[in-house]
T-cell receptor, first 114, second 112 residues
Framework: QKEVEQDPGPLSVPEGAIVSLNCTYSNSAFQYFMWYRQYSRKGPELLMYTYSSGNKEDGRFTAQVDKSSKYISLFIRDSQPSDSATYLCAMSGVGGTSYGKLTFGQGTILTVHP | DGGITQSPKYLFRKEGQNVTLSCEQN?????MYWYRQDPGQGLRLIYY???????QKGDIAEGYSVSREKKESFPLTVTSAQKNPTAFYLCASAQGNGQPQHFGDGTRLSIL
């Protein structure tokens, strides 16, 4: 079983839809949670960064972390064709063998069609 | 502009050849990382360095080598021992433990 599981999709939605992307994880030491967006042939770009449980909102994007369920989500409101990309969740712990290392999900391919 | 520069963008390797991928950052970050990305497998960590003149193996270090002689530079050598080197290679840096990593735009390596 992988430490981080992410549904690879692909996910196809109409413009203006609300998109929900999710990851589950098994390592209870994870405390830092990130979402990255990656366009084709480009490096991942940081979208959201959260520490421990709770919600964080930035424009059309909302990140949620539920440590008790080992589950994180990214919501995209009013989705646009420019949101079409691969979305990667990533997480890390503190200290020990987790020090400084990110563990990534497989990535979810999202297409928003006009 | 601050950022991470990877070069070249595309690289071809002949049988038995070692090739070196460049990664430079001007973010003054202490930590640097190398990942390999294959379709459907996400990013896998090859090597990382928390400080100059020190580095650690990641999950898939076999067939690769690195050096960290300067804070801003972390080159990756793909050796002839790496039998399946075709992949997209990504370099990242971070200020420290728990801080988000920032990525370059990658080098795509292929076999001739």
């Amino acid at each position: 079983q992988k430490e981080v599981e992410q549904d690879p999709g692909p996910l196809s939605v109409p413009e203006g839809a609300i998109v929900s992307l999710n990851c589950t994880y098994s390592n209870s030491a994870f405390q830092y949670f990130m979402w990255y967006r990656q366009y084709s042939r480009k490096g991942p770009e940081l979208l959201m960064y959260t520490y421990s449980s709770g919600n964080k909102e930035d424009g059309r994007f909302t990140a949620q972390v539920d440590k008790s369920s080992k589950y994180i989500s990214l919501f995209i409101r009013d989705s646009q064709p420019s949101d079409s990309a691969t979305y990667l969740c990533a997480m890390s712990g503190v200290g020990g063998t987790s020090y400084g290392k990110l563990t990534f999900g497989q990535g979810t391919i999202l297409t928003v069609h006009p | 502009d601050g950022g991470i520069t990877q070069s070249p963008k595309y690289l071809f390797r002949k049988e038995g050849q070692n090739v070196t991928l460049s990664c430079e950052q001007n973010l003054n970050h202490d930590a640097m990382y190398w990942y390999r990305q294959d379709p459907g497998q996400g990013l896998r960590l090859i090597y990382y360095s928390q400080i100059v003149n020190d580095f650690q193996k990641g999950d898939i270090a076999e067939g690769y080598s690195v050096s960290r002689e300067k804070k801003e530079s972390f080159p990756l050598t793909v050796t002839s021992a790496q039998k399946n080197p075709t992949a997209f290679y990504l370099c990242a840096s971070a200020q420290g433990n728990g801080q988000p990593q920032h990525f370059g735009d990658g080098t795509r390596l292929s076999i001739l």
